[in-house]
């Protein structure tokens, strides 16, 4: 089985700076996509940021120019540095990756979420 678990939550003022950690753990053969998403109370679980195991990244509108999401693919670890964060960024930060185990099939996993809280 594969693990996958967020670290790097917590709260900060807007303006600050915070730094989410993804590790991945367990049989792993490769890692192809990771991203990081967020779900906020009582609205749908959206897409922050992906990034392919070449490191190519794509970003939502809201936080382009403010997030950078980046991977050490030799410790299976991926990263969101969240900076000029706002109230708004408040939510509930899930890491997703496509893993292969064994062979050439991948299999989508979820962390269990770090709380990121922004105080205006």
């Known amino acids: 089985q594969v693990q996958l678990v967020e670290s790097g939550g917590g709260l900060v003022q807007a303006g600050g700076s915070l730094r989410l950690s993804c590790s991945a753990s367990?049989?792993?053969?490769?890692?192809?996509?990771m991203a990081w998403y967020r779900q906020a109370p009582g609205k749908q679980r959206e897409l922050v940021a992906g990034?392919?195991?070449?490191?190519?990244?794509n970003y939502a509108d809201s936080v382009k120019g403010r997030f950078t999401i980046s991977r050490d693919n030799a410790k299976n670890t991926m990263y969101l540095q969240m900076n000029s964060l706002k109230p708004e960024d408040t939510a509930v930060y899930y890491c997703?990756?496509?893993?292969?185990?064994?062979?050439?099939?991948?299999?989508?996993?979820w962390g269990q979420g770090t709380q990121v809280t922004v105080s205006s």
């Open positions: 990034i392919t195991s070449a490191g190519s990244t």
């Open positions: 997703n990756a496509d893993v292969s185990s064994r062979s050439l099939f991948y299999s989508n996993y």
């Open positions: 367990g049989r792993i053969r490769s890692i192809n996509a």
